[in-house]
């Protein structure tokens, strides 16, 4: 079975960073798209940034040029880098895998929210 784990959030002032994690299991890389989400209490989730089986990848205009998606083949590990963090970054992200994912498939799922699977979720909290 799919297993997805998240780690690395916490409390951050404004202009800190923190790197979020994602162990993954029972999937295989090579078909699957990978994608990070978030959800602030009474908003609807978002798609913050997706990376395909090549390594190509896409982000929500929010986060350009802040956040940074990557992996670890080897690990299985997903990655989310966020720096320069501001109070409108604060919710819950959440890691979640789309199983068959082909070509550019992951940009349409990053917008839908319609991953196959879905994480727990690791809550992370800017300050001003």
């Known amino acids: 079975q799919v297993q997805l784990v998240e780690s690395g959030g916490g409390s951050v002032q404004a202009g800190g960073s923190l790197r979020l994690s994602c162990t993954t299991s029972?999937?295989?890389?090579?078909?699957?798209?990978l994608l990070w989400f978030r959800q602030a209490p009474g908003k609807e989730r978002e798609g913050v940034a997706g990376?395909?089986?090549?390594?190509?990848?896409t982000y929500a205009e929010s986060v350009k040029g802040r956040f940074t998606i990557s992996k670890d083949n080897a690990l299985k590990t997903l990655y989310l880098q966020m720096n320069n963090l501001t109070v409108e970054d604060t919710a819950m992200y959440y890691c979640?895998?789309?199983?068959?994912?082909?070509?550019?498939?992951?940009?349409?799922?990053?917008?839908?929210?319609?991953?196959?699977?879905w994480g727990q979720g690791t809550q992370v909290t800017v300050s001003s």
């Open positions: 990376i395909k089986n090549s390594g190509s990848t």
């Open positions: 979640a895998v789309k199983s068959w994912c082909p070509g550019d498939d992951y940009v349409e799922v990053l917008r839908t929210r319609t991953p196959n699977y």
């Open positions: 029972g999937f295989g890389y090579g078909t699957a798209c």
